[in-house]
């Protein structure tokens, strides 16, 4: 089956710096990836998501890249705020209609004022 | 916020005991997914419902069952708890298109602690 893997655990940055995450993931098949942020004790919310027909998209300061080849893509944050301070988990999906999510093990980034 | 709602919030069992956990789905969504978190990792596939059939299942025993009821709704049920099922258990919702997968939208989640 599908394997995420992400990197690093922990980032901590910055206020106003940048932070970048990535994740490989292992089935050629897997065709849509999304990034979902968590909260403590909150639900995991869809940040920004890309298709495989796409390589880069970008929603104000979340960006987020794939490389279909090398079977990777990261998640950029840009300007980050102490706001930005959560989970972040990469996934990957496959199939027509109805799929699954495989999850990576998430990034806590922390955001220094 | 989505429109994924899951009741109860919280739950303490005991070992051996059972469980059903509830989920409503956003609306014009017919696709349920029913995910376990572990303390610090990211959720792990439990099955997906679509049109009130099991639709896919992950790497859990048949301890762990389910239901889709006509208006999309959902149950998880959990039989024989064990200590490692304490965990939070998302349900997320999708609509089903026929171009490829569609976004999940999750729930708030049921943290279950089993004693």
């Known amino acids: 089956g599908e394997n995420v893997e992400q990197h690093p655990s922990t980032l901590s940055v910055q206020e106003g710096d940048s932070a970048v995450i990535k994740c490989t993931y292992s089935?050629?098949?897997?065709?849509?990836f999304p990034w979902y942020k968590q909260e403590l004790g909150k639900r995991p919310q869809l940040i920004i998501d890309?298709?495989?027909?796409?390589g880069e998209k970008k929603d104000q300061r979340i960006a987020v890249t794939l490389n279909k080849t090398a079977k990777h893509f990261s998640l950029h944050i840009t300007e980050t705020q102490p706001e930005d301070s959560a989970v972040y988990f990469c996934?990957?999906?496959?199939?027509?209609?109805?799929?699954?999510?495989?999850f990576g093990k998430g990034t806590m980034l922390l955001v220094s004022p | 916020e989505t429109g994924v709602t899951q009741s109860p919030t919280h739950l303490i069992k005991t070992r051996g005991q059972q469980v059903t956990l509830r989920c409503s789905s956003q609306?014009?969504?017919?696709?349920v997914s029913w995910y376990q978190q572990a303390l610090g990792q990211g959720p792990q596939f439990i099955f997906q419902?679509?049109?009130?059939?099991?639709?896919g299942r992950g790497n859990f025993p048949p301890r762990f069952s389910g239901l889709q009821f006509p208006n999309y709704s959902s149950e998880l049920n959990v039989n024989a708890l064990e200590l490692d099922d304490s965990a939070l258990y998302l349900c997320?919702?999708?609509?089903?298109?026929?171009?490829?997968?569609?976004?999940?939208?999750f729930g708030p989640g049921t943290r279950l602690l089993v004693l």
């Open positions: 996934a990957a999906s496959k199939g027509r209609g109805y799929s699954t999510l495989t």
């Open positions: 997320a919702s999708s609509p089903v298109a026929s171009g490829g997968p569609e976004t999940q939208y």
């Open positions: 890309i298709r495989s027909n796409v």
């Open positions: 419902y679509y049109r009130e059939e099991e639709n």
């Open positions: 609306s014009g969504h017919n696709t």
């Open positions: 089935d050629s098949a897997s065709n849509y």
